[in-house]
């Protein structure tokens, strides 16, 4: 993956390691519901896709991305931990 061990001289780490810091570390009720939103989330997103393609060809679809995932694929994840972790953050206060 492109970011997923790269350091940065201002954050002292990827975000995706920044959010697994925040998450081990906050307060657990509001990791659950964060976590509980993201997993609603994706069953909305799955539940509209279902209704142009079924479940057998999304399979297909997202075991060949995962193969070779693309540098848009893995900004979009470097984006939901930096939006995870402010959420988390923000609410942590």
């Known amino acids: 993956m492109l970011f997923e061990d ?3 001289i201002f954050t ?3 975000p995706k390691k920044k959010f ?3 998450v081990y570390h906050a307060n657990r009720n509001l990791v659950e519901k964060e976590i509980d939103r993201l997993v609603m989330r994706l069953c909305i997103v799955e539940s509209l896709l279902e209704k142009h393609m079924d479940e057998e060809a999304i399979e297909m679809e997202v075991k060949q991305q995962s193969m ?3 540098k848009e694929i893995e900004g979009c994840m470097m984006d939901k931990y930096i939006g995870l972790t402010a959420d988390i953050l923000t609410q942590n206060e």
Do not use: A, K
Request: net charge negative.
């Open 6 to 8: 790269e350091e940065d």
């Open 12 to 14: 002292g780490g990827s």
């Open 20 to 22: 697994f810091d925040i």
């Open 68 to 70: 070779l995932p693309s």
